[in-house]
């Protein structure tokens, strides 16, 4: 069902993929606000991978993996994944993961982490299908005071 789904890392984005991202990113989070400037700098930074899924060259779907350096060895973690409602049910998603996984394990991180929401459950079931196993953890966050 995947067959014509493109997935690269993406070092640019036109106008094109930028709307395309604009109309991805409601479905992801309703509370994130769309910021190209913001987008480009996380393209450009270092550590951070964009990975975006396209159908005939729309952009259905994107994932972000961001790579460190720790005392205890090189850490990933994955971020925003996220694929269009109307695209949804193809293993789009899927590809995504499967396209980080196998970059993790080409720069040979120690780990890779995913966080998600317990209410996300066939999001959940499908991260435990590519290989993703879940932790006695909790997620602690704390969020500066704006200015």
């Not at 996220?82 to 196998?102: F, K």
């Not at 966050?141 to 200015?147: K, L």
Request: charged share 30%; no cysteine.
């Amino acid at each position: 069902m995947t067959d014509n789904i493109d997935i690269d890392i993406v070092k640019s984005l036109t106008d094109d993929d930028l709307r395309q991202m604009d109309t991805l990113l409601p479905q992801l989070s309703s509370t994130a606000i769309f910021d190209a400037e913001r987008v480009q700098a996380m393209i450009d930074a270092p550590g951070v991978d964009l990975f975006v899924a396209r159908d005939a060259g729309e952009l259905v779907g994107m994932a972000t993996l961001v790579t460190f350096p720790l005392a205890t060895g090189w850490r990933g973690i994955v971020e925003d994944v996220v694929v269009g409602q109307q695209t949804r049910g193809r293993g789009i998603a899927r590809r995504l993961l499967e396209a980080i996984t196998d970059e993790s394990g080409r720069r040979g991180l120690r780990t890779l982490d995913l966080t998600s929401r317990p209410s996300r459950e066939s999001a959940l079931r499908l991260y435990e299908s590519v290989g993703f196993q879940r932790r006695e953890t909790n997620v602690l966050r704390y969020v500066p005071a704006s200015e």
